[in-house]
Each structure stands twice: as structure tokens, then as C-alpha cells.
């Protein structure tokens, strides 16, 4: 086969790769150096060869001048051979020798990609800012490229669009505009201490700016408050911070990308917004991924169809523990399966990494900013002291790696988005079928009444909203009863965090009690469950403040815990178990830790329920080493957390007895509570369902797995089970200590504990 120029129809001459420098040594062999390396090829045949394919010589000239040393198939099919090796190809005579030699490095046919530059055009598109228009066009005439102007007829192959965000408004409209014309677009944001360029979008199946600025916002919430109070939209606009060499970096960079599509170059990185650290010459690319439920590019009414689905529980086989508790993944498999879903700019999760001064034995995980905090458009908002990330804790730092990343995608699954299905209509008009929220949430009316005197001495987490008004139209979303059988409607503000995207929060406001992500919607389930039941069985013994019996450590012998033991000995803590479980008869523990010496004890604790009681001592002892207060602040530990301030300051074992075991009861040892394992997480989801219907309650279960992420997400919610923050409604909370024989009476509504518990 030969290949001939289009234009002139002469066969085109044949050698060696253009990003090759070619030396034979006599006797020896033919070396071929590039910056790869240096390649060797031996045999005479090769060594008669070589001087001939110099790029000078069509394939007949190289065939009849090497006749005389070499047989014209033999030499054939050695030429044939080294083009198979991507070692020789044709050579466009008129083409930069040196921009061949490139495409050539780059796994590309050199004639074609330059003959692409003569076919194929690109526009570049100024959306204003701190860059030179004229200096990009510049750029792809100097690297041979045909520009289009801005009002130019024709179609081009590319279009550069240069920005200074990538949350520009304006973007919507130039994605809009290539989609409907099915031709691919650029972005680049040349200026800044950090450059951005790419992806390339328009392609099929790729995602689209839509979904590229859904990541981007996540992680921008902290400009919110600042857009709401100026009434801006999208972006903030920040000075400048650049020079004239890291402007021309950034185009240069951005031309670059776009030249290499339009020569053929294809590659992963094309789907990745590529960023440039001018100040270090640090590069990273952050993969962008499509959205299924994506509004623009995929299918928006994906998450509704889910929610309105029964859930219905299947098999799913237990793996193993990961993290104290049984799933039917491991940690390592989940890692693999979710880690690529952290990444600082394009990802779900902005950061997963060890906490910082977590102490030597503790396995502590932080996996960016919490989204059960509410309303990001308050500053407010955007604190949280102890719960102001969310955070993941283990036997091993895996676990706790794996706790951070399953937590952080749960809170994003668990905020609202705008694609959730609603019914506006009021609780009076919905008849039986919509549940009363206060049902779940549990005020009292006394505190409804003093909310006004309360709110603003507590944390976000304790405010009391208004009351509900029945008459009002609200959104209502639908959850899966598993007890009864049926569709029950809840207010969607309480089901998922936040705002809808354009709104207003609106009370009731949702809270993190019941979400759970897990490696099966079963998996989540159960998580779900038992943290209601956990919650549940603190509040009961925090509020009341009855004295628990203690569990007896020795008796649980763990490697684990002897470990875990022996780090809080070398930071000079004491650590003690209360066993809380209560009338469900789920394990439930309280791990205590105390500073042993000096006037401010750092009071901290964890909590942990499982069906099997080991998985409970285990959750409750690592969740009291990721709630630790810095040791490093000493006395001045501080939170934004008012609550958490003034427990850290000023509680101790002395003023809170509740904290201490109670001494008339025997510790509790694994023989003290009954446990029958089960191999299949749908067992474990039926026997919760069974606990639940018992005692006269509903189970509901609303599937917030979102599309783009894949990981099992629910929300669980029991009514009449207690919350373990400040609620105070006549029920449970009051009636069940009694009737387990903690108290002989109801505490008196103004007997409660004082301090809302704050974790």
C-alpha cells in the first residue's frame, strides 16, 4: 500500500518517525533515539535499510535502491514490520518537520494530523476578563492552526472558550448553543495563581457543563452567604492574581489542548478539567463524569422514579465487619469501588485524609464539610465545630478512611437537589397518609413556646423550629413504610438537607438521625435502624440522667481494644464503658473518656449500637476517639459549638454522676446480652421490622441513593423514638426509663438535664 498527497496525487516518501534520530553503527546496529529511549534493531537487512529510509524516498525508490543488498519482499516485509512497531511511516514534505515529529511522539499519523489543521478550524470565544483574546488567537495561528473569527461564516471543528470562572452564567448558554449544533467545545480559565483548561465537551456519552458545575457549586458553598446578600449569580469575583508569564502559560496551555484534538489526539485526560499550579508547575486532573439524573444531559426524573418505588429488602450476604459493622462489602472493595469520588475540584467529596493530630493508636478521617448543616446561604451555616466535616473512625485507618468517605456521600445524597419528588398541598389536605413531622421530631409545646428565649443561647443543631401549621402548603415527599406496606408522606424539608436549589429553607428543618449509606440498600437500612435506636436509648439516659451499668472491658477480650486502651493511657485519659441498651434489647454503649489530672477534665464520649454487642463496644470506643478535643489546646478548647464549649470547660465526672457506672449493678460482660448471628443483611432488616412492629411503630425507609453516585443511601425514620438532641414531648422519653425500672417516676419536664446533648 502507498499513500500519495491529496492535493498533487504523488506517492508521499516513507522513513523513519520523524521523533527519531537514526545512527547505524557497522557491525553492530541500528539505534534509534528519541526521548523515550533508545531502541536497538539488529540484522543486515535492517543495517541496508536504514540509510535509505531517510524520509527522502517513496516505498518503490526505497524497494528498487535496496534491491541490490536486500530482496524486494524481504524488504517489504521488513518495512511493513517496523511500521507495525509505529518505527517508520510516511512524511508529509510540505508539513513542520518538528510539529510531525510531535504528533508522531504523541502515537498519531504525522501527515494527518498536520493535513487536520489545514481541514479543521477552531474558534475561540472571549467571554471577557483579565485575558488577551488576541494573544489566544495569536497563539493558534503561531502553533498552525486556522482560526475562525467570532462572526465569521463556517463551522469550526473546535471552539475555545476563554473564561475567569467556570461558574460564569454565561456557559450554560455556550454549552446550550454546541449541543444543539452537535459540535465540542473547550473551556480554559487562563489567568489565576491556578490555570484550568478543559474538558473537552459535545462528545457523546461525555458529560456536559451542567454536570461539571453541579460538582463545582458542592464545593463552593462557602461564597454562598456572599451571592445571596449582593444578589449575584454564579460567581464572586475575586482581584486578580497573576502576571504577564502566567497569562501567556495559561493560553499557551489552553491552545495546546485544543490543537491536540483537532490533530486526532484522543485520550482520558480530555474528559478532566486539567489545573495548573503556576507557583509550584504542579498539574493535576480531575476527572469530570456524567450526571445520570443530570437535567440537562441525562434523565432528571431518575431520582423520583426511585423514591416513589416500594422498598422491597433482598438478599444480601455478609462480608464481613468493616468498621463495627456487618456489610457485604469489605473495606478495601468499597475504597475501589467509591475512592474516585473524592477529588477537590470535580468530586462529590472534596478531601479524604487522615485528621490532623490524631493521636498515635486513634485512626481518625476527615471527608470535607458536613451538608447536614442547614442553610449554606447563612455564614452560620458554614460552621460546625465538632461536626463541621464529616468524619470517619475504625480499628484501622481503612475503616476509618472508608467511614469518611461513606459518611461525606451520605450527606450529599441527603441534600436536596431539586429532582426530588413533591406534592405541595397542606397536612390537612393530604389526609391520613401524611404524617404530623413533630411525630418524628417530638418538641415539646414548651419549648415551641420558649423557642424565641432558647434558640440563641444553643447551636444550630438544638434550635427549636416554629410550629408546624397544619393549614400551610408545604412539599411533601413519599417514604416506604416496611411495616405497613404503604407510601407515607413526610415534609421534604425534614427529609433532606437544605434548600431546594433557588429557594428557601423552610422549617421543619431535616437532621442527620437515621441517614445511612451502606455497601447494600439493606446494608443502609440496618445502619439506619440501629442508629435511630441508638439515639433512642442516649436520650433516654442523657435527659434523665440515670445511672448505667458499666461494661466490663477485660471481658471483651479484642486486640483492638487493648490497643485503643494502651493510646488513651499515653494521653493520660481515663476510658469507661455504660451499657444504655434499652427496651429493644440492641446493645447500646457509651464509651466515656476524662484528662486524669488537672481542673478541666475534656469530657468526651462515643456511642455505638449493634445487634451483636462486640460491634457495639466497638462503634461506641472509636466514635469516642474521633469526638476527642484537641489535647494540644489544653484549657482553651474551643468549638463554635456553644454547647460543646461549655461541656469541654466545664463539665466533670464530679457535677455529671450519670457519667460514672452505676455501682449497685454488675458490669456487663458479652454473656450479659443475647446475640444470634445472622449471614444475610435482608435477616437482619426483617428481624429491625419485627422489633419495630411490636411495639406499636413504623418503620419508613426513603431511598436517597443518588444516580451519580452509586452507593446505597437510605433514610430511616421510626416515629416515637427519641432524637438524642434537646426534645422534649411527652412519650418515651419519659414513660420508658420507668418502665424498665430506671426511675419509679416520670422526670418532671423541669428536671430534665439542662445540657442538650451536643454530638
Not at 535502491?65 to 524481504?74: I, L
Not at 431539586?418 to 397542606?426: L, Q, T
Request: some cysteine; charged content about 20%.
Amino acid at each position: 500500500m502507498t499513500i500519495t498527497d491529496g492535493g498533487t496525487g504523488t506517492e508521499l516518501p516513507v522513513g523513519f518517525k520523524r521523533h527519531l534520530r537514526v545512527e547505524a553503527i557497522d557491525g553492530d546496529a541500528v539505534y534509534l533515539l528519541s526521548e523515550w529511549g533508545t531502541t536497538a534493531l539488529q540484522g543486515r537487512e535492517v543495517q541496508a535499510l536504514a540509510a535509505l529510509l531517510d524520509g527522502t524516498r517513496t516505498l518503490s525508490d526505497v524497494l528498487r535502491e535496496a534491491a541490490a543488498t536486500v530482496p524486494p519482499a524481504t524488504a517489504a516485509r521488513l518495512i511493513a514490520d517496523l511500521a507495525r512497531a509505529d518505527l517508520v511511516g510516511y512524511h508529509d514534505p510540505a508539513s513542520d518537520a518538528a510539529a510531525e515529529a510531535y504528533w508522531e511522539f504523541a502515537g498519531l499519523h504525522g501527515p494527518s494530523a498536520s493535513a487536520s489543521f489545514r481541514l479543521n478550524a477552531v474558534r475561540v470565544v472571549d467571554l471577557g476578563g483579565r485575558h488577551d483574546p488576541a494573544a489566544a488567537v495569536a497563539g493558534c495561528r503561531a502553533a498552525g492552526l486556522r482560526v475562525v473569527g467570532p462572526d465569521e461564516p463556517g463551522e469550526a471543528a473546535l471552539t475555545l472558550v476563554l473564561c475567569d470562572d467556570y461558574l460564569d452564567p454565561r456557559l450554560a448558554e455556550v454549552d446550550a448553543r454546541h449541543r444543539a449544533a452537535g459540535r465540542v467545545w473547550l473551556p480554559a480559565k487562563p489567568s489565576g495563581a491556578e490555570t484550568w483548561v478543559g474538558p473537552v465537551f459535545g462528545e457523546d456519552g461525555a458529560a456536559c457543563w451542567a454536570c461539571l458545575a453541579h460538582r463545582l457549586r458542592q464545593h463552593r458553598t462557602s461564597t454562598a452567604p456572599v451571592l445571596h446578600a449582593l444578589g449575584l449569580d454564579g460567581t464572586v469575583p475575586v482581584p486578580e492574581v497573576s502576571f504577564g508569564a502566567v497569562r501567556a502559560l495559561g493560553l499557551h496551555t489552553a491552545v495546546l489542548e485544543a490543537a491536540k484534538w483537532v490533530a486526532g489526539m484522543r485520550y482520558e485526560g480530555q474528559r478532566a478539567v486539567c489545573t495548573l499550579d503556576t507557583r509550584t508547575l504542579a498539574t493535576e486532573r480531575h476527572p469530570v463524569s456524567r450526571r445520570p439524573q443530570c437535567p440537562v444531559c441525562g434523565d432528571p426524573r431518575l431520582v423520583g422514579r426511585q423514591v416513589l418505588r416500594p422498598f422491597v429488602p433482598v438478599s444480601s450476604p455478609k462480608a464481613g465487619v468493616v468498621g463495627g459493622n456487618h456489610r457485604s462489602l469489605s473495606a478495601s472493595a468499597v475504597l475501589a469501588r467509591y475512592r474516585h469520588l473524592a477529588d477537590p475540584v470535580t468530586g462529590i467529596v472534596s478531601e479524604l485524609r487522615p485528621a490532623p493530630e490524631s493521636p498515635e493508636g486513634l485512626n481518625r478521617y476527615l471527608a470535607g464539610r458536613n451538608l447536614a448543616l442547614g442553610d449554606s446561604r447563612s455564614l452560620a451555616g458554614l460552621r460546625g465545630g465538632l461536626r463541621g466535616r464529616s468524619g470517619g473512625k475504625g480499628t484501622t485507618p481503612e475503616e476509618a478512611e472508608v467511614g469518611a468517605l461513606c459518611e461525606a456521600l451520605e450527606r450529599y445524597c441527603g441534600a436536596r437537589q431539586g429532582d426530588e419528588p413533591v406534592v405541595r398541598d397542606s397536612l390537612a389536605g393530604l389526609g391520613e397518609a401524611a404524617l404530623h413531622p413533630n411525630a418524628c421530631q417530638l418538641f415539646a409545646d414548651r419549648q415551641f413556646a420558649e423557642r424565641s428565649r432558647w434558640n440563641p443561647l444553643h447551636s444550630q443543631f438544638q434550635q427549636v423550629p416554629p410550629p408546624f401549621d397544619p393549614q400551610a402548603p408545604v412539599d411533601w415527599t413519599p417514604v416506604w413504610s416496611l411495616t405497613a406496606g404503604a407510601q407515607r408522606l413526610l415534609p421534604t424539608s425534614m427529609l433532606f438537607f437544605g434548600p431546594p436549589p433557588g429557594g428557601v429553607a423552610c422549617a421543619p428543618w431535616a437532621d442527620s438521625n437515621g441517614n445511612a449509606a451502606g455497601s447494600s440498600p439493606e446494608d443502609a437500612v440496618v445502619q439506619g435502624f440501629l442508629e435511630l435506636v441508638e439515639r433512642d436509648a442516649v436520650a433516654l439516659w442523657w435527659y434523665n440522667r440515670t445511672r448505667q451499668p458499666a461494661v466490663d472491658l477485660d471481658a471483651f477480650d479484642e486486640p483492638w481494644l487493648a490497643r485503643t486502651r494502651l493510646a488513651y493511657e499515653r494521653l493520660g485519659r481515663e476510658l469507661w464503658v455504660l451499657d444504655l441498651t434499652a427496651d429493644f434489647g440492641i446493645p447500646v454503649m457509651a464509651a466515656v473518656t476524662r484528662r486524669a489530672s488537672g481542673p478541666v477534665q475534656g469530657v468526651s464520649f462515643g456511642f455505638g449500637a449493634h445487634f451483636d454487642p462486640r460491634l457495639a463496644l466497638r462503634r461506641a470506643v472509636t466514635e469516642a476517639a474521633q469526638l476527642l478535643p484537641g489535647e494540644a489546646e489544653s484549657a482553651e478548647l474551643v468549638s463554635d459549638d456553644v454547647d460543646l464549649t461549655r461541656w469541654w470547660h466545664g463539665a466533670t465526672v464530679e457535677n455529671q454522676p450519670y457519667l460514672r457506672q452505676d455501682p449497685a449493678e454488675a458490669p456487663r460482660t458479652p454473656a450479659s446480652y443475647s446475640f444470634s448471628h445472622r449471614g444475610d443483611l435482608r435477616e437482619d432488616v426483617e428481624f429491625a421490622e419485627r422489633l419495630v412492629r411490636d411495639r406499636g411503630m413504623e418503620m419508613l425507609v426513603l431511598d436517597q441513593t443518588r444516580p451519580d453516585v452509586g452507593l446505597p443511601v437510605v433514610k430511616v425514620v421510626i416515629p416515637g423514638l427519641r432524637h438524642f438532641w434537646a426534645r422534649f414531648a411527652p412519650g418515651r422519653l419519659f414513660d420508658t426509663p420507668v418502665e424498665l425500672g430506671r426511675l419509679t417516676r416520670p422526670t418532671p419536664y423541669g428536671e430534665i438535664n439542662p445540657i442538650p446533648l451536643f454530638v
